[in-house]
């Protein structure tokens, strides 16, 4: 099978033997992260232009890092650095990075939908590295790939996701690839946070934690934006935490073996307490090098690489 | 009633053949009309006159001249997306002999002076009739001086674009228009519902990521201004209604005798929420797209009246600020030269209303809510719409006559266009 996508821009629109493929291709990059050198040269002449419109330390530099240990150039944009302080649009920026004849664009927006705008409109690939409230799909492989990792595989297996459900992409990434690969997705949350119509996405919905926990082979927990409650959503955080936060307590009902994941940043006795954010079943850190060795597999696969992956990486070796 | 001046009028017209569908005189026959001075002098089965200029209609169809009553030109402010008079071309070319503007323009229609500023501004193609602010500089604070822009001619009060949010203020409004016997257009939408929503609220807009925008949003301020309409005895007019909710408020209102009408636009019951997967701007709109099942609870209240008139909501927006992230487009649509061709194609043709229904709520009614001349009558200013029913046309915004290009309908095959006008009897080449 060939990679013949121009951009990744949602897992909605992924197939599974494409986030096979991801994750498949994702595996040997893994391993070179464990190397003592850890570049190989497979995307030497690729230019990759980071745009991150919303702070984001993680991610951006996931993104950045995965480019450089693939031997690409990257150039880093964020909005103080940037022409669309002066007003540009977003269409105009692009077109005039394209014109200095780049390859792949990685952006994070504000705006659900904004990665599907540029892409309709400019001949390099887009890379959503999370638009609004749609999609994060990065890190929803990234996710997968830890539970893959340490699961074994999908089928069957019950994943709860707790907390700003509403808010959050990287729920729904989660939620659209974890159902494609056959898993169970649970949602669990404050009904306020918790989006109108989710049930249609083939989600079950809990709003007591207590209850939900307890069939959880994985549970997933969301950051809290701390300014939820001053929209109304939330009376505060005291009572956000008093429901919703995985403490001790609440994990002592669940599963021995349950899979802790968490996609930062964390609010620490918020929505985790930090004894389960940094205790055994923890995979939070994890997470975070897998999400290295997914990024290089999206760049190399999305740059068109026609060489076979593992050739490339042992020529190297 | 508000007089017209006849200008420039062509000295004599015969219409010949013309099928002449006119419900206000329960007409719906082929027949001749003479034009005389830029007045109808001739309404007959047979009419010859050899000193006129002969125009054969045979095949074509003649309207009362069309009024679309929501209509926003930009001028003054933002004249590089519609002026006056490009939008009067841009009506004139839908076939629209009169339009409604609305007072969001920069500086805000909030007095005499900006409202004969309008009417100064007019040119031949179309009549323009100012609507004129309910609160100075729509801040929802202070009346405006609604008796004195009346007086020079605005038909109407509205602050559209921005709900009254103060309730009483409202009351105010429809117990003060009461001595003009104006309506007051009703923008219905509770901010803080609507709060920054993108789309209608539901599973569709969770999964775009989209924060949404419920139905209950419109529908309690609906709800809230019939009220204050059976109240005060005032005339409420709510503007273009998006959902099942709002439908049911109004014709409940209407059955109680309350002083109410409704208007919706060709986008709330041709396109449907789902029309914003893909994130393309053109599709945002306020209300948004809802979903399907308001769709067709919109086309029932048509059929069955309880929805007026079909306005379009004409609002251009320049390709720099409307071609941008979805959520950061700013809400609006074009319609004024879509909007015959549309509903005929998707009313009419689909036999959900028929020819006469479709003109009642496209030239009727909202002439008769503004008060403006327009009846198919002896001695009345000629103002037709000439239609042919059988044009068959492809939607190219290049083509428009308005300065913008937002149209949500490009490419759409539709069936039926105006191929002439008449206003103040003076024929408008199209």
């Known amino acids: 099978m060939k990679w013949n996508k121009k951009d990744l821009l949602d897992l909605e629109s992924l197939s599974v033997d494409e986030m096979n493929m991801i994750l498949d291709t994702a595996k040997s990059f893994r391993e070179v992260l464990n190397r003592p050198i850890k570049k190989v040269p497979i995307l030497r002449g690729k230019t990759i232009v980071n745009m991150f419109f919303e702070p984001s330390t993680r991610t951006s530099a996931s993104?950045?890092?995965?480019?450089?240990?693939?031997?690409?150039?990257?150039?880093?944009?964020?909005?103080?650095?940037?022409?669309?302080?002066?007003?540009?649009?977003?269409?105009?920026?692009?077109?005039?990075?394209?014109?200095?004849?780049?390859?792949?664009?990685?952006?994070?927006?504000?705006?659900?939908?904004?990665?599907?705008?540029?892409?309709?409109?400019?001949?390099?690939?887009?890379?959503?590295?999370?638009?609004?409230?749609?999609?994060?799909?990065?890190q929803g492989l990234l996710d997968m790939?830890?539970?893959?990792?340490?699961?074994?595989?999908?089928?069957?297996?019950?994943?709860?996701?707790?907390?700003?459900?509403?808010?959050?992409?990287?729920?729904?990434?989660?939620?659209?690839?974890?159902?494609?690969?056959?898993?169970?997705?649970?949602?669990?949350?404050?009904?306020?946070?918790?989006?109108i119509g989710i049930e249609q996405l083939g989600v079950k919905v809990y709003y007591n934690l207590d209850e939900a926990i307890s069939q959880a082979d994985v549970i997933n927990v969301l950051r809290l934006q701390l300014e939820r409650q001053k929209k109304g959503l939330l009376p505060s955080l005291r009572e956000y935490s008093l429901h919703f936060c995985l403490d001790k307590d609440r994990m002592a009902r669940a599963k021995g073996d349950v899979t802790i994941m968490h996609p930062g940043p964390m609010n620490r006795g918020v929505e985790i307490d930090p004894d389960v954010a940094d205790g055994e079943r923890s995979v939070i850190l994890d997470q975070v090098t897998n999400g290295v060795a997914v990024r290089m597999a999206v760049l190399y696969l999305l740059s068109g690489g026609d060489a076979p992956l593992a050739e490339a990486i042992k020529k190297e070796a | 009633m508000n007089k017209v001046k006849i200008q420039n009028s062509e000295f004599r017209i015969l219409l010949k053949g013309g099928r002449v569908i006119d419900p206000q005189n329960?007409?719906?026959?082929?027949?001749?009309?003479?034009?005389?001075?830029?007045?109808?002098?001739?309404?007959?089965?047979?009419?010859?006159?050899?000193?006129?200029?002969?125009?054969?209609?045979?095949?074509k169809y003649v309207f009362p001249g069309l009024v679309d009553m929501h209509v926003h030109l930009r001028e003054p402010g933002r004249e590089d997306e519609e002026t006056i008079a490009s939008g009067s071309r841009a009506a004139a070319a839908g076939g629209f002999t009169a339009i409604a503007c609305m007072p969001?323009?920069?500086?805000?229609?909030?007095?005499?002076?900006l409202v004969q500023f309008i009417k100064s501004r007019q040119i031949p193609e179309c009549r323009v009739y100012p609507v004129g602010a309910i609160t100075k500089g729509l801040l929802g604070e202070e009346l405006a001086e609604i008796g004195d822009m009346h007086q020079s001619g605005a038909v109407a009060i509205s602050d559209d674009g921005k709900p009254v949010t103060n309730s009483n203020l409202m009351r105010r409004a429809l117990?003060?228009?009461?001595?003009?016997?104006?309506?007051?257009?009703?923008?219905?939408?509770?901010?803080?519902?609507?709060?920054?929503?993108?789309?209608?609220?539901?599973?569709?807009?969770?999964?775009?990521?989209?924060?949404?925008?419920?139905?209950?949003?419109?529908?309690?301020?609906a709800a809230r201004d019939v009220m204050l309409a059976d109240l005060t005895g005032?005339?409420?007019?709510?503007?273009?209604?998006?959902?099942?909710?709002?439908?049911?408020?109004?014709?409940?209102?209407?059955?109680?005798?309350?002083?109410?009408?409704?208007?919706?636009?060709?986008?709330?019951?041709?396109?449907?929420?789902?029309?914003?997967?893909?994130?393309?701007?053109?599709?945002?709109?306020?209300?948004?797209?809802?979903?399907?099942?308001?769709?067709?609870t919109i086309i029932d209240a048509l059929k069955d009246g309880t929805i007026d008139c079909i306005a379009t909501d004409h609002a251009p927006h320049s390709s720099e600020e409307k071609e941008v992230e979805f959520d950061q487009a700013p809400c609006g649509m074009l319609g004024?030269?879509?909007?015959?061709?549309?509903?005929?194609?998707?009313?009419?043709?689909?036999?959900?209303?028929?020819?006469?229904?479709?003109?009642?709520?496209?030239?009727?009614?909202?002439?008769?809510?503004?008060?403006?001349?327009?009846?198919?009558?002896?001695?009345?200013p000629a103002n037709l719409t000439i239609f042919d029913p059988q044009a068959e046309w492809v939607v190219d915004p290049a083509k428009f006559r308005s300065k913008s290009r937002n149209s949500p309908f490009k490419g759409y095959k539709l069936k039926g266009r105006a191929v002439m006008t008449l206003v103040n009897g003076r024929k408008i080449d199209l």
């Open chain 2, 104 to 113: 969001n323009t920069q500086p805000v229609i909030d007095s005499q002076g």
């Open chain 1, 145 to 195: 790939f830890t539970i893959k990792e340490k699961r074994g595989g999908f089928e069957g297996l019950n994943v709860l996701i707790v907390g700003d459900v509403t808010h959050s992409r990287v729920a729904r990434s989660n939620i659209n690839g974890l159902l494609k690969m056959g898993a169970q997705v649970s949602v669990c949350g404050p009904s306020t946070l918790i989006p």
């Open chain 2, 175 to 221: 117990d003060y228009c009461r001595m003009f016997d104006i309506p007051v257009i009703s923008h219905c939408e509770d901010k803080f519902l609507s709060a920054d929503g993108a789309m209608n609220e539901g599973a569709l807009a969770t999964k775009l990521g989209l924060r949404g925008i419920p139905n209950a949003a419109e529908a309690t301020m």
């Open chain 2, 234 to 296: 005032g005339r409420v007019h709510i503007a273009h209604v998006s959902c099942a909710e709002t439908v049911d408020i109004v014709r409940r209102a209407k059955r109680a005798g309350v002083k109410v009408t409704a208007e919706t636009c060709p986008q709330y019951f041709i396109l449907s929420q789902e029309a914003v997967i893909g994130y393309d701007s053109m599709m945002r709109v306020n209300p948004p797209l809802r979903s399907k099942a308001d769709l067709m």
């Open chain 2, 26 to 59: 329960h007409r719906d026959e082929v027949l001749d009309i003479l034009i005389e001075d830029g007045r109808i002098t001739g309404i007959e089965t047979k009419i010859d006159n050899a000193q006129a200029e002969v125009i054969d209609l045979k095949g």
């Open chain 2, 336 to 380: 004024l030269e879509t909007s015959l061709g549309l509903c005929w194609t998707h009313l009419v043709e689909k036999n959900i209303l028929t020819a006469s229904q479709l003109v009642e709520k496209m030239a009727v009614n909202p002439a008769r809510i503004l008060k403006i001349e327009n009846a198919i009558e002896l001695k009345a």
């Open chain 1, 63 to 138: 993104f950045d890092m995965a480019a450089k240990r693939l031997m690409a150039d990257t150039v880093n944009i964020s909005p103080k650095t940037s022409a669309v302080q002066k007003g540009e649009t977003l269409l105009d920026t692009a077109r005039n990075l394209e014109a200095m004849k780049i390859d792949l664009v990685v952006m994070r927006h504000s705006s659900s939908g904004a990665p599907h705008f540029l892409a309709s409109r400019i001949k390099a690939g887009v890379i959503n590295a999370g638009d609004g409230q749609h999609a994060h799909p990065t």
